[in-house]
Nanobody, 122 residues
Framework: QVQLVESGGGLVQAGGSLRLSCAASGSIFSINAMAWYRQAPGKERELVAGIISGGSTNYADSVKGRFTISRDNAKNTVYLQMNSLKPEDTAVYYC????????????????WGQGTQVTVSS
């Protein structure tokens, strides 16, 4: 089993910053891609930012220039630095990882964290 645990959410005023962390643990051989998604009330879950093991990143247009995703492969941890936060960034943020669990099994599995609430007040 693999667990992803997020931390760092909270309440912040517009223009402020937060840093989210997501640590993966358990039966991990390697992690290919990791990403942050978010889901606001009444809306579908959307991709915020993603990063692959080699370091390439991609971002939703709505967060480009404000958010930065990074990862520490040695710690199986992904981060999301969020600056210049806006009220429309308010959502539950979920961590996702594409994990290979065994050296003998080439299959990759998708895992999700439990989510962390980010609330930006105006």
């Amino acid at each position: 089993q693999v667990q992803l645990v997020e931390s760092g959410g909270g309440l912040v005023q517009a223009g402020g910053s937060l840093r989210l962390s997501c640590a993966a643990s358990g039966s991990i051989f390697s992690i290919n891609a990791m990403a942050w998604y978010r889901q606001a009330p009444g809306k579908e879950r959307e991709l915020v930012a993603g990063i692959i093991s080699g370091g390439s990143t991609n971002y939703a247009d709505s967060v480009k220039g404000r958010f930065t995703i990074s990862r520490d492969n040695a710690k199986n941890t992904v981060y999301l630095q969020m600056n210049s936060l806006k009220p429309e960034d308010t959502a539950v943020y979920y961590c996702w990882g594409e994990v290979r669990t065994s050296v003998t099994n080439m299959r990759k599995y998708n895992y999700w964290g439990q989510g962390t609430q980010v609330t930006v007040s105006s």
